[in-house]
């Protein structure tokens, strides 16, 4: 069983920037992939970027590359996002997710991710 808990959503005006955290507990988190996925208001969930266990290898939806950037620490057990030049569009509930099945191999599919978190509101404002 993991548990994973989100924080630092807010408001923040167009071209600023915030930084999430998602904090695991439960299983040994340095063994499997980490993940953010997001879900606007009446649009289905997306991925937006993930990291191996190690972090050396991470992936990203092409909408936020070069603005966001995902980092993990093991020894703290945290993943963290990093979200700059907001925009808009980038307005959602982001979630954090664990693939306990995978410790490199990046998925970006939402089933193949095995917990979540229960979100964090991002709001950004034009």
């Known amino acids: 069983q993991v548990q994973l808990v989100e924080s630092g959503g807010g408001l923040v005006q167009a071209g600023g920037s915030l930084r999430l955290s998602c904090a695991a507990s439960?299983?040994?988190?340095?063994?499997?992939?980490m993940g953010w996925f997001r879900q606007a208001l009446g649009k289905e969930r997306e991925f937006v970027a993930a990291?191996?266990?190690?972090?050396?290898?991470?992936a990203y939806a092409d909408s936020v590359k070069g603005r966001f950037t995902i980092s993990r620490d093991n020894a703290k057990n945290t993943v963290s996002l990093q979200m700059n030049s907001l925009k808009p569009e980038d307005t959602a509930v982001y979630y954090c997710?664990?693939?306990?099945?995978?410790?490199?191999?990046?998925?970006?599919?939402?089933?193949?991710?095995?917990?979540w978190g229960q979100g964090t509101q991002v709001t950004v404002s034009s």
């Open positions: 997710a664990a693939d306990l099945s995978r410790s490199a191999y990046i998925p970006r599919g939402g089933s193949e991710y095995d917990y």
């Open positions: 439960g299983r040994t988190f340095s063994n499997y992939v």
């Open positions: 990291i191996s266990w190690n972090g050396y290898i991470t």
